[in-house]
């Protein structure tokens, strides 16, 4: 009887698919951004498009009721030639600065005890911290002139204690008013940001810079401040950046040395009926802010870079 063999056959390998199915198996890119089209097509539409929408318009003028389409600078060179712009938006970095500044020095301190001294409910303390937040913006803003009006806690109090003889005119509609609406209202967003780069920080770190003898402040200032900066610039950024375009807090608070450049774009875009001006101030706001912020990052990373 003659041997028969049985040749082995190869194991047939993993079928290559082809077309767009292929593509999607052998790119990881692609594939991410096939899960991300749906979030890239909201920014496109809710946030390039506008953007567009109010470039294109900031080149058109006005004329008589009407708005010529012809596309032209003349708006931006109106901006750059009347010192009246230029006043509003020193005005508005200023006020939006010293807001900013002021919440994050006075937040940080709440920040640091709920990561660091609160070990039980640290939850309940942030829902704490963040519940008077939690009302209308404009109610809060209402509140505040109520507090510093002419006949109000503040004057009242200072009256009652005998440190003043009548009320203090210089309280309300102010740039100061402005300022303290603004860093209360905004507290919150600087709160956040600050806890939870606190709360990362490794514990282990600050008990080794204890054993190589450093004191609580030196502590602070080689350990604990420079890991948190990354919380405290997302917190600048969140606060600024919204601030300087307010309209709302310099239109009830602000009187005439509290008006902003966001009143001056909102008076455009309503009575005065001049979009394509507004539209031209809202992106030269924008394209400031940016470059204010693109230099803050650089200037916080060389820190970090020189401190490290």
């Known amino acids: 009887m003659a041997d028969t063999t049985i040749?082995?056959?190869?194991?047939?390998?993993?079928?290559?698919?082809?077309?767009?199915?292929?593509?999607?198996?052998?790119?990881?890119?692609?594939?991410?951004?096939?899960?991300?089209?749906?979030t890239l097509l909201i920014m496109l539409v809710g946030i390039v498009a506008p953007f567009v929408i109010l470039l294109t318009m900031s080149l058109w003028t006005r004329s008589g009721f009407e708005f010529d389409t012809t596309l032209t600078l003349a708006n931006y060179e109106r901006t750059w030639n009347e010192p009246i712009f230029g006043a509003l938006l020193k005005r508005s970095f200023w006020i939006s600065g010293v807001a900013t500044a002021a919440t994050v020095i006075l937040c940080y301190p709440m920040a640091y005890y709920v990561a660091f001294h609160v070990h039980r409910n640290k939850m309940m303390w942030i829902i704490l911290m963040t519940l008077p937040f939690w009302t209308s913006y404009l109610l809060r803003v209402f509140a505040w002139k109520v507090i510093l009006g002419y006949e109000g806690v503040v004057n009242s109090g200072l009256i009652a204690l005998g440190f003043i003889d009548e009320p203090l005119g210089f309280l309300l509609y102010s740039q100061e008013a402005v300022i303290i609406t603004l860093a209360h209202a905004w507290a919150a967003f600087a709160i956040l940001p600050m806890y939870v780069s606190l709360e990362k920080i490794?514990?282990?770190?600050?008990?080794?810079?204890?054993?190589?003898?450093?004191?609580?402040?030196?502590?602070?200032?080689?350990?604990?401040?420079?890991?948190?900066?990354?919380?405290?610039?997302?917190?600048?950024?969140?606060i600024f950046i919204p601030t300087t375009g307010d309209y709302i807090t310099p239109a009830l608070l602000g009187g005439p040395d509290g008006v902003m450049i966001g009143n001056f774009i909102q008076l455009q875009f309503g009575p005065a009926n001049n979009w394509p001006m507004g539209a031209t101030l809202a992106i030269i706001l924008m394209l400031w802010i940016a470059a204010i912020a693109a230099v803050f990052l650089f200037v916080t990373r060389l820190a970090a870079r020189r401190v490290a």
Do not use: N, Q, W
């Open 7 to 38: 040749e082995d056959t190869p194991e047939p390998g993993p079928r290559r698919r082809g077309g767009l199915a292929g593509m999607l198996h052998r790119s990881d890119a692609l594939r991410g951004y096939l899960l991300m089209s749906p």
């Open 202 to 238: 490794d514990k282990s770190l600050l008990e080794a810079a204890t054993d190589l003898g450093d004191g609580p402040a030196a502590r602070f200032l080689r350990v604990t401040l420079p890991l948190s900066m990354p919380g405290i610039i997302a917190a600048c950024f969140l």
